[in-house]
């Protein structure tokens, strides 16, 4: 077990320090390395969603050293690293106990007491901008872990720059465990721009180059075993990394949520093995790649939301080559019953699940509604893929409240709201019933803000709908839930594709038909009807940045100083006088957006 301390996790960030210099020098000779990972625990700290007996940041712990003290046991000389592959924190009801708190935040004070020796950065560490990230990084105390990204640079964000300055943050590291240097390197989705919120962070396109010079540094220097740490949202990205790079020994993915398996082993209920897109087939761990070197590279990821520890072992010869991976290699399920059960760390328990616990009971104790009707936030099929009711809840409290507080911002009234599929974060339909403000927060989790956009035009909301549906049948974040008008679309036309930059390179045709609550049509057979612009009510993650890449390319925009969750609690409370009606409301919607057969 972890040492019992109320300290903010000193004694192992000690470790963490010590780690860096050998204690004394080795004879070279055959190495077999534990290599415990995880990603993806998205402050999931209590326990699984809808698990109460499996995951949790205090069992996570527990099994973390369970399987620490079994890694160096037995013959020849062992070691073991703990690695993060990014996502360790997600806006919602218990990351929001740490916003409300402040400093130092729930999710650094459980990850630090773990002891980690490097974290990937992943897409939601920057959900609240560069800031925030900076104060999840400081709230790991005085001696912080390594976070390890070699393709962003943070020169215009002062906060994290600074972390730069002092090598908390890093483009790779080196550990020393049992005489041995294990070379780290990290990198980050370059989507990171589009799809998260990293203000002046630059994101490097070349994602292969420069982890490919940061591993030649390290080979440079004689280290020859590297691993590589990424968040690029899909194992599959990393499958096809790998061939590119030479020197890599080992590559952990992270953001796709993705669960290797093989047959025999412990998981959760409800849990099942992920498949190859391309055959179908379930997901070994540890899937291979053949790097560009001709190495056999083994791959693994987890899922997340501290549902598993994974734990690689691979043996290394005295050259550094990988020679075999461990028949107990595999996910280890974090139970707290069966045969597997761990006890909670006593420490994390008590210092940060059973606060979060509180603050979310508040949230579940306050209802502020009822809905007559089952509300669709599941994600496929659902809210990234159709419409839904909650979806057309959501779009029309952004533009109820942007209606509302226009005047006192000095904006015209907005006539249409468009709302993100991928800002609608619950992934769960809501029975009717009782609706709290607790799913509120499950619901619109983020920080972002209603703004109003002012006389956009015509033809720009046309491709800006062109790309809300430019994925289709495949369901993603960009898909549009609407409120004030109505569309149609057939997926037999062309999709739009934009480039990262915001370039469009193919131009779409699949959007037939726009047409306003009023009567007004905006677009008639794929062609745009003459006519002013039209204000629009939406999110500033949507319009500041180009989020999901919609077009709004800089227009001119106003926050109205409520967040989107705020929106929708006042909006069923006030706008809707506590009641959510099935006339109002129904199941599968009433029409808003059709697609052509």
Do not use: C
Not at 163 to 168: A, D, G, I, M, N
Not at 273 to 297: F, M, N, Q, R
């Amino acid at each position: 077990m972890l040492p019992a301390t109320t300290a903010q996790a000193e004694p192992v960030a000690e470790r963490a320090a010590a780690v860096q210099k050998p204690a004394k020098k080795y004879k070279k000779k055959s190495f077999t390395l534990t290599v415990l990972h995880n990603n993806d625990g998205e402050s999931k700290l209590i326990n699984a969603p809808g698990q109460e007996d499996f995951g949790g940041i205090a069992r996570f712990a527990s099994v973390v050293e369970q399987e620490r003290a079994e890694a160096v046991k037995g013959k020849g000389k062992r070691g073991v690293v703990l690695l993060s592959s990014g996502d360790n924190y997600l806006a919602g009801p218990e990351f929001n106990a740490s916003l409300s708190k402040g400093a130092p935040y729930y999710d650094s004070l459980g990850l630090a007491r773990i002891g980690y020796d490097a974290f990937a950065l992943g897409n939601h560490e920057f959900d609240f901008g560069p800031e925030n990230l900076a104060t999840f990084i400081t709230s790991f105390g005085k001696r912080p872990p390594k976070f390890v990204s070699a393709n962003l640079d943070f020169t215009a964000e002062p906060s994290l720059q600074a972390l730069v300055e002092q090598r908390t943050i890093v483009k790779r590291r080196v550990v020393w465990e049992k005489g041995e240097r294990i070379g780290i390197v990290g990198a980050t989705t370059p989507a990171l721009a589009s799809i998260s919120s990293p203000g002046g962070v630059e994101v490097l396109q070349d994602v292969a180059g420069i982890v490919q010079g940061q591993v030649d540094k390290l080979t440079g220097k004689g280290v020859d075993k590297i691993i590589l740490i990424s968040h690029l949202q899909s194992v599959e990205e990393d499958r096809a990394l790998v061939p590119m790079l030479s020197g890599v020994d080992v590559a952990i993915a992270g953001g796709g949520d993705e669960l290797l398996a093989n047959e025999g082993d412990p998981l959760v209920p409800g849990d099942a093995i992920s498949t190859d897109p391309a055959t179908g087939e379930p997901l070994s761990y540890p899937l291979t790649a053949t790097g560009g070197d001709g190495a056999t590279v083994p791959i693994v990821t987890t899922a997340g939301d501290y549902k598993y520890l994974g734990k690689l072992v691979v043996k290394f010869d005295k050259d550094g080559n990988v020679t075999s991976v461990g028949d107990e290699s595999g996910p280890v399920r974090v139970s707290g019953v069966e045969d597997d059960a761990v006890t909670p760390d006593a420490w994390i328990q008590a210092n940060v699940v059973d606060p979060v616990q509180a603050y979310v009971d508040d949230l579940a104790a306050n209802v502020i509604g009822s809905s007559e009707v089952a509300l669709e936030g599941r994600r496929d099929p659902g809210v990234r893929s159709e419409e839904t009711n909650l979806g057309n809840l959501m779009a029309d409290s952004l533009l109820w409240t942007a209606q509302q507080k226009a005047a006192e911002y000095g904006m015209d009234a907005p006539v249409i709201g468009l709302q993100n599929g991928g800002g609608i974060r619950n992934n769960s339909l809501i029975p009717a019933g009782p609706i709290t403000e607790l799913n509120t927060f499950q619901i619109a989790a983020f920080s972002n803000f209603v703004s109003i956009v002012p006389d956009f035009p015509r033809a720009q909301l046309l491709e800006l709908l062109e790309n809300a549906v430019s994925k289709m049948p495949v369901a993603d974040g960009r898909f549009a839930q609407v409120a004030g008008f109505s569309f149609t679309y057939d997926l037999t036309g062309t999709p739009m594709v934009i480039e990262e930059d915001g370039t469009v390179s193919q131009v779409g045709t699949r959007v037939q038909d726009v047409v306003l609550d009023d009567g007004t049509v905006i677009v008639q057979d794929g062609e745009v009807v003459d006519g002013p612009g039209i204000s629009i009510a939406t999110i500033d993650f949507s319009v500041r940045q180009d989020g999901d890449q919609w077009p709004f390319r800089g227009a001119p925009f106003t926050t109205v100083g409520v967040t989107y969750q705020q929106a929708l609690a006042n909006y069923i409370t006030d706008g809707l006088g506590g009641l959510i009606t099935a006339a109002d409301y129904p199941e599968g919607g009433e029409g808003r957006i059709t697609m052509v057969p």
